[in-house]
């Protein structure tokens, strides 16, 4: 896709122009017409060391804390805007996995606001779980507050904490970010 030079759609105005752009809204998502073509075409890759600001602004803007992700970077995988070559600081998706041994933490799994409900939270779950086999793991582990019945659909089933192996509890999701999140198991 080509980046256009007049785009005048939400958050533009023809006097700001780029820099003063809503930074929230992809740039593709301003073409209704555009966002139809390019569901289909949206790739999930792993993530680079240079994704973490945009991860972190994901994070934030959908409820998520990013503490620590940048410890992780390497289990993590991303969607890019179509656009990423003009805007790399908007990122449509995201997961990580946190890697304890043949355990992993699922972690981060986040879809920008204006692209949830068309199936992409399903693909990057489907994706990070190809990773982790291929990695070796037996078991992925996650806490949510927000999504349990989604995960439930995608084959996870709650579990008390005592039932989370030590190594995974030591995570910081375990033992400062969500302390009180409940816990779900997938043997993968
Ligand atoms: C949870 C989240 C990742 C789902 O991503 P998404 O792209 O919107 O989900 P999908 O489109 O793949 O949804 C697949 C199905 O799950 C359902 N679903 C989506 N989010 C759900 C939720 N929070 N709870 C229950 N069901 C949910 C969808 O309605 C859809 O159902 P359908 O197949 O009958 O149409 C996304 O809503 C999000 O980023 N939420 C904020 C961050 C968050 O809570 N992350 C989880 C933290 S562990």
Sequence with gaps: MKARSKTNGPGWTASQGRASRAPSIPLFLQETTIVVTVIGELRIENAETSDFPAIAALLRNTGLPPDDIEHHLEGFL???????????????????????????????????????????????????????????????????????????????????????????????????????????????
């Design 78 to 188: 991303v969607v890019r805007s179509p656009e990423a070559a003009i805007e790399p600081d908007i990122l449509l998706g995201s997961v990580g996995l946190e890697i304890y041994g043949k355990f992993a933490l699922l972690r981060s799994l986040a879809v920008h606001p204006d692209f949830q409900g068309k199936g992409l939270g399903k693909r990057l779950v489907s994706g990070i779980t190809r990773t982790a086999r291929e990695r070796g793991i037996t078991r992925l582990y996650l806490l949510t507050d927000t999504a349990e019945d989604f995960f439930k659909r995608l084959g996870f089933s709650p579990i008390s904490r005592d039932e989370v192996p030590e190594e995974v509890k030591q995570s910081i999701e375990f033992t400062i970010l969500c302390t009180e999140s409940p816990s779900m198991m997938k043997e993968i």
